[in-house]
């Protein structure tokens, strides 16, 4: 992708990799809040694919792909951090439902189901899976609690231009681990929703299709993951 003087063609570089920026917007508004444009991740998005191709030193090819998505996914959360986005009663919701169910893990000695999280909480079924859905935009940066106040921002710790230290290698590599463990203990559905998501990029309807539910379950199944996994962490 260069020109005819051996200098990297931009334009071309652009429109070889949107669809790569539109495909991360997307997957990540699954995470978002429905006031959340995704044109404005997009948008967010070509500056970081933009800051990619200006600082990018190696060989191009899928390095770059794997590059650029650092830059997108750092764009993006840039955008979002400045946008002050995530309403507190969103982390008021979010809580709660930890709350529960981290007294119940320990009351009973395994993951509670839907409806003894409900029963915990004093909700009705249908209410407490109305709250899943609209918490469901919470996970992005909720993981900014887990911190001290001295701390950098957990999404500073989230952008692709990291120091690459030892301790941060091994630190990294210890949560790595953590989460694997805490994944493994979650219920089959929830489980495979994390697996279709994460692994395999697939966006919620996808999932939804292969489960035979619809979107708004998927959602529900994967906000409570998350919970769960939150509890696990905070807890080690």
């Known amino acids: 992708?260069?020109?005819?003087?051996?200098?990297?063609?931009?334009?071309?570089?652009?429109?070889?990799?949107?669809p790569l920026v539109k495909r991360i917007a997307h997957h990540m508004m699954a995470r978002l809040p429905a006031s959340v444009q995704v044109d404005d991740l997009i948008q967010a998005g070509m500056i970081g694919l933009l800051?990619?191709?200006?600082?990018?030193?190696?060989?191009?090819?899928?390095?770059?792909?794997s590059?650029?998505?650092?830059?997108?996914?750092?764009?993006?959360?840039?955008?979002l951090r400045e946008a002050d986005w995530l309403p507190r009663s969103l982390r008021r919701k979010m809580r709660q439902i930890e709350t529960a169910m981290r007294a119940l893990e320990q009351r009973l000695g395994y993951?509670?189901?839907?409806?003894?999280?409900?029963?915990?909480?004093?909700?009705?079924?249908?209410?407490?899976?109305?709250?899943?859905?609209?918490?469901?935009?919470?996970?992005l940066i909720y993981y900014e609690d887990f911190q001290e106040d001295e701390e950098d921002h957990f999404l500073d710790r989230l952008r692709g231009d990291q120091s690459n230290e030892p301790l941060d290698r091994l630190l990294e590599k210890n949560l790595r681990e953590l989460l694997v463990a805490a994944i493994e203990k979650l219920p089959a559905k929830e489980?495979?929703?994390?697996?279709?998501?994460?692994?395999?990029?697939?966006?919620?309807?996808e999932i939804g299709k292969v489960l035979g539910v619809s979107e708004s379950r998927v959602c529900q199944l994967h906000t409570q993951a998350i919970s769960r996994l939150r509890t696990h962490l905070r807890d080690k």
Do not use: C, H
């Open 51 to 65: 800051d990619a191709i200006n600082r990018y030193e190696g060989s191009y090819g899928r390095q770059f792909e």
């Open 67 to 79: 590059y650029a998505a650092q830059r997108i996914r750092g764009s993006i959360l840039d955008e």
């Open 111 to 139: 993951p509670p189901s839907e409806q003894e999280i409900a029963n915990e909480m004093n909700l009705p079924l249908v209410e407490y899976q109305e709250m899943l859905q609209e918490a469901g935009g919470g996970q």
């Open 191 to 205: 489980k495979l929703v994390m697996g279709m998501y994460y692994e395999q990029e697939m966006n919620l309807r």
């Open 1 to 18: 992708m260069y020109t005819d003087t051996g200098i990297v063609d931009k334009d071309q570089f652009i429109t070889e990799f949107t």
